[in-house]
């Protein structure tokens, strides 16, 4: 079975190997120095280049709320929570991540990430994902209770080409083509590579989505993102891809930001419209429940979805016009 078939979700454990290099080390001190590197073992890996996805790191462990929130929302984050601090004054320090939701999910599981040298282990009180199979995998772990996730939020596919279209990409088969270059989400890390892949099977069936993910990794035209919507901007304008696709909110934010980027539409019958939805839940072991519950109270109010709305997300509640 291939990987980009697999669920991404796996917590990584080093106990067998770690107890190996205990008793082989011997020296005094070296147990401390493995159990610390056994520690770090255990976590998933958040990429040394990731830090603008951290936001507020250096309070994490003193912070009010802990927000992991899925990661193509890093747009709209700043603002919803101007709006939340103003309505709720007294949650000063907010610490939150807009990484991969799969990444986000194996720190949970795993109960820390590291980052760098640090090992960060602060206990969310809320999290989101574009997933709900995350939501069932963190209740059959105990982690959740399913009566408290909920849809708030959706969204839309779209392909991300840069200014002029030069590879003259018309159509989602056309990334099959031998020498269409695409910046594509890595399935092990990223919920939207699930979504993306339904859209290559719609579009041509199993043996689009082989020749893309399989037969093309190996050629080196599909090129893996950890994290897309750092990266996928960031190769499109550089012009070392010719297409990736995207989230639709992330066309709107490029284009804000000032980025040569165009959109190739896949159209109403593959963009995956009608099966994107975003989920959010409170966590069982939060450490600060009642704070997130005003976070999840406010993510409803038309106020929030009205900055989701202006930012091209479809939303789930009423909006309010901003």
């Known amino acids: 079975m291939l990987l980009y078939q697999l669920y991404p979700i796996s917590v990584p454990w080093a106990a067998p190997a770690i107890a190996s290099l205990a008793s082989f080390v011997g020296q005094e001190g070296g147990d401390a120095m493995v159990a610390e590197k056994g520690e770090k073992m255990r976590f998933p890996v958040i990429p040394s280049d990731r830090e603008d996805d951290l936001h507020n790191l250096a309070i994490a462990d003193s912070a009010d709320l802990v927000l992991l929130v899925a990661g193509n929302q890093f747009m709209v984050m700043k603002e919803l929570l101007l709006a939340f601090q103003k309505e709720y004054p007294e949650i000063k320090k907010v610490f939150y991540e807009t990484l991969p939701p799969g990444l986000e999910l194996k720190q949970i599981l795993a109960g820390g990430a590291v980052f760098r040298d640090r090992v960060i282990d602060v206990v969310p009180d809320v999290y989101a994902s574009v997933s709900e199979e995350a939501m069932n995998r963190l209740e059959d772990r105990g982690f959740i209770s399913g009566a408290d996730y909920f849809c708030y939020l959706h969204n839309r596919l779209v392909l991300m080409v840069p200014e002029g279209n030069p590879a003259r990409i018309a159509a989602v088969s056309d990334l099959g083509e031998a020498g269409v270059r695409i910046s594509q989400p890595n399935p092990e890390y990223e919920d939207i590579a699930f979504y993306i892949m339904e859209m290559y099977r719609q579009a041509g069936g199993q043996d689009l989505v082989d020749r893309i993910m399989e037969q093309k990794r190996a050629e080196g035209t599909t090129i893996m993102t950890i994290v897309h919507h750092r990266e996928t901007p960031l190769r499109i304008t550089k012009r070392t891809v010719d297409v990736g696709p995207v989230w ?49 109270d406010f993510i409803k109010s038309a106020g929030a979805q009205g900055i989701y709305k202006k930012n091209g997300f479809v939303p789930h509640f009423p909006a309010s016009a901003l």
């Open 248 to 296: 639709a909110t992330e066309i709107t934010h490029a284009r804000q930001g000032g980025l040569s980027v165009d959109v190739v539409e896949p159209g109403e019958d593959l963009d995956q419209r009608g099966s994107i939805n975003y989920y959010m839940c409170p966590l069982k072991s939060a450490g600060h429940p009642e704070n997130g519950e005003k976070f999840l």
